[in-house]
């Protein structure tokens, strides 16, 4: 399949994968995440716990992570990681602050996800990191 309207997107070179979130509002929130295999030339879908719009995402050690969004009109706390050993969705973390519209930065070799600056209802500069673990 072709990816949706993607509103997030993270990778793992590396594994050869790409993740499309779509979000996004066509009456209702869109959940769908297109996962592209380039190793088999596949596509393949999952789900997020909650469609929303203006989320950012990032990939790291085997884990992609898609944080905060505007959900509704409200801005967003939610962090939606997924292993890709287990191929399973975890929302156990959440952002500091809810917000929108951050800036994201991996870095390989710690390995982290910074999620930074964003909107919550004006301009805020704000920085939170979700280190990955070998086993969640």
Do not use: C
């Not at 716990?49 to 990032?58: E, H, P, Q, T």
């Not at 999620?115 to 500069?125: E, L, Y």
């Amino acid at each position: 399949s072709v990816p949706r309207h993607a509103l997030a997107s993270a990778s793992l070179p590396s594994q050869g994968l790409a993740f499309f979130a779509s979000g996004g509002y066509n009456g209702e929130y869109q959940t769908v995440v297109d996962i592209y295999n380039a190793n088999i030339n596949s596509w393949t879908t999952t789900a997020l716990s909650i469609g929303r719009n203006y989320m950012s995402g990032g990939a790291t050690a085997g884990v992609v992570v898609f944080a905060g969004g505007s959900y509704y009109g409200d801005s967003s706390q939610r962090v939606d990681y997924y292993t890709i050993s287990t191929q399973i969705w975890t929302t156990d973390h959440s952002l500091s602050v809810p917000r929108y519209y951050m800036g994201v930065a991996v870095l390989q070799t710690l390995p982290q996800i910074f999620f930074a600056g964003g909107t919550v209802q004006s301009d805020t500069i704000i920085y939170h990191f979700f280190k990955t673990k070998t086993k969640f």
